[in-house]
């Protein structure tokens, strides 16, 4: 991929990267500040929302967020 082809998709990867990024931070601070989870602990869920990028955020707001 040359120099070209990556800024014309830049209009494209800016946005998702900063929705990407702001799902991982909400998340990873969720995760640290609740001690409520409907399965597994909080060890998991960090790692789960900084490894598995873009999907761990939307997994843990879906299957991993307990009651407030």
């Given at each position: 991929m040359n120099t070209a082809q990556i800024i014309e998709l830049l209009p494209f990867?800016?946005?998702?990267?900063?929705?990407?990024?702001s799902l991982a931070i909400?998340?990873?601070v969720h995760v640290l500040r609740h001690p409520n989870?409907?399965?597994?602990?909080?060890?998991?869920?960090v790692?789960?929302?900084l490894i598995v990028?873009?999907?761990g955020p939307v997994i843990y707001f879906t299957l991993g967020r307990?009651?407030?």
């Open positions: 990867l800016i946005p998702l990267v900063v929705v990407e990024l909400i998340a990873l989870y409907k399965f597994g602990n909080k060890i998991m869920w790692v789960i929302v990028q873009f999907i307990g009651d407030e």
